[in-house]
């Protein structure tokens, strides 16, 4: 018996007893009547900023020589001048180590591998009908590249956090599926922290020793630095731990080596 998953597609129910023309022929007039208002150059609703703010709002969206983005850490606001965010952009991106550029777009040729891989879980009973549909995004978007820049380091150039943005591409769903399995392994590891409270919680019960000395690490590009064979293998040992779990489920496929961020096409997000 595998373990199912809670995850499944959005529901399209609608009350048999709520269908009919009068039902349809007023949601229709509603919809009309907001569209034609969200259009409208003096639209009937009242805002809640000023002239002078939308004004603004509107100069800052049709500035393009600034991108705004939000501070690595500390929660502040950062505008950047074009120029330095592609620049500081394609410094990231020309780092082999982690990027391979690509000379065609990879999305057919990962989604049939992907597709291959669902298929063959649902053929051995891990995945149901519904979670294997779910699992299939028929149109995936390509990733998006973008970064935070990392002012607590520096004001005026400050270095950028990459991160690309999987939302509605290829691997979204199968990425939620995943977690939810490894949620429970991963509250269990030994170094697991959920927030800092957790660690004054932890720290409550240690005894202080006179010998012993503070020491932080900051490693740099952490997930990044993670292969994939030497994780998907420390995945694979960690779920080995799991009475719960049946083998055939616990088999980390080595197809999934295929399917991964690092090497697919993504556009800049500015």
């Not at 009350?15 to 007039?29: A, D, K, Q, V, W």
């Not at 429970?184 to 957790?198: E, G, R, W």
């Not at 080995?240 to 779990?245: G, I, L, T």
């Amino acid at each position: 018996m595998f373990i199912p998953s809670n995850i499944k597609p959005e529901s399209n129910f609608y009350p048999l007893e709520s269908r009919g023309p009068h039902i349809e022929t007023f949601y229709n007039m509603v919809l009309t009547e907001f569209k034609q208002n969200l259009e409208s150059t003096s639209p009937k609703f009242t805002n809640n900023l000023t002239s002078n703010q939308l004004n603004a709002i509107k100069m800052l969206t049709n500035n393009k020589k600034i991108v705004i983005k939000n501070a690595d850490k500390g929660g502040g606001i950062v505008i950047m001048d074009n120029s330095y965010y592609v620049a500081e952009s394609l410094r990231l991106l020309s780092d082999t180590t982690y990027y391979l550029p690509l000379d065609q777009d990879t999305k057919i040729s990962f989604k049939t591998d992907l597709y291959h891989l669902i298929d063959e879980g649902y053929t051995l009973g891990i995945l149901d009908k519904k979670l294997r549909a779910y699992l299939k995004i028929p149109h995936p978007v390509t990733a998006k590249f973008y970064f935070l820049p990392k002012i607590h380091k520096s004001l005026s150039k400050p270095p950028g956090r990459p991160i690309i943005s999987g939302i509605d591409s290829l691997t979204t769903n199968l990425s939620e599926y995943v977690d939810g399995l490894l949620q429970k392994c991963v509250v269990q590891l030994p170094s697991y922290l959920k927030y800092t409270a957790h660690l004054l919680q932890q720290l409550e019960s240690f005894e202080w020793r006179e010998s012993y000395h503070w020491v932080t690490l900051d490693v740099a590009a952490l997930y990044s630095n993670i292969t994939h064979s030497q994780g998907l293998t420390a995945i694979e040992n960690t779920l080995q731990s799991d009475p719960e779990m049946p083998n055939s489920q616990k088999k980390v496929h080595s197809g999934l080596y295929q399917i991964n961020f690092g090497t697919q096409l993504f556009q800049i997000l500015g």
